[in-house]
């Protein structure tokens, strides 16, 4: 059964980078990763998603080893607005679909 | 372009009855996906449709059902209600199907406050 991993929370301060690693032991072959951000009392919004090596957009990046075991997700300088909870998503390959969430990060940016 | 909608917003109901949730999906996706989230918790998958039918479930009891309609827009029910599913219920919905279903990216309503007492 696919299972992801995450820390609970995390601290950061304006302006700086942040990286919040998820671990999925049992990603499927075919299985992309995706990272999800969430403000309280709304859906989560979709910010990255990658299959290996790097991905880069306009609000993040995404790392993604050669085993593809874990995911990094980087937010770089941080603000305010980017406090949030951070979700990685896989997907589990077992006849049907079955979406597995992370626990979430919750991020804290403190001015 | 009109994002995912639900209906409605928050929701009060009584230990053993019956809900319908609602959902219409973005412009242009075909599958829809249903989830749980208890405060504090990360969502928990439900079900997904696609063309109106069901091709993946997560651990939930057969009381949770849903449909999907050919306009792409989504129900899900709940019978006998249990105090444990209070919960906010998100509707996501994605495009495309088949092997790298899971590479669509989810588009997610603001969900349904559902309080059981």
């Known amino acids: 059964l696919a299972k992801t991993t995450q820390p609970i929370s995390m601290d950061s301060y304006e302006g700086q980078e942040v990286n919040i690693t998820c671990s999925h032991n049992?990603?499927?072959?075919?299985?992309?990763i995706t990272w999800y951000q969430q403000f309280p009392s709304q859906g989560p919004r979709f910010i990255i998603q990658?299959?290996?090596t790097k991905v880069t957009n306009e609000v993040a990046s995404l790392f993604i080893p050669a085993d593809r075991k874990s995911s990094t997700l980087s937010l770089p300088r941080v603000s305010l607005s980017d406090t949030a909870v951070y979700y990685c998503l896989v997907g589990e390959a077992s006849g049907t679909y079955k979406y597995i969430f992370g626990t979430g990060t919750r991020l804290k940016v403190l001015a | 372009e009109t994002g995912v909608t639900q209906s409605p917003t928050h929701l009060i109901k009584t230990r053993g009855q019956q809900v319908t949730l609602r959902c219409s999906s973005q412009?242009?996706?075909?599958?829809v996906s249903w989830y749980q989230q208890a405060l504090g918790q990360g969502p928990q998958f439900i079900f997904q449709?696609?063309?109106?039918?069901?091709?993946g479930r997560g651990n939930f009891p057969p009381r949770f059902s849903g449909l999907q309609f050919p306009n792409y827009s989504s129900e899900l029910n709940v019978n006998a209600l249990e105090l444990d599913d209070s919960a906010l219920y998100l509707c996501a919905s994605s495009s495309g199907q088949g092997v790298r279903v899971y590479n669509s990216p989810l588009h997610f309503g603001n969900g349904t406050r559902l309080t059981v007492t």
């Open positions: 412009s242009g996706h075909n599958t």
């Open positions: 049992n990603i499927a072959t075919n299985d992309y």
């Open positions: 990658g299959y290996k």
């Open positions: 449709y696609y063309r109106e039918e069901e091709n």
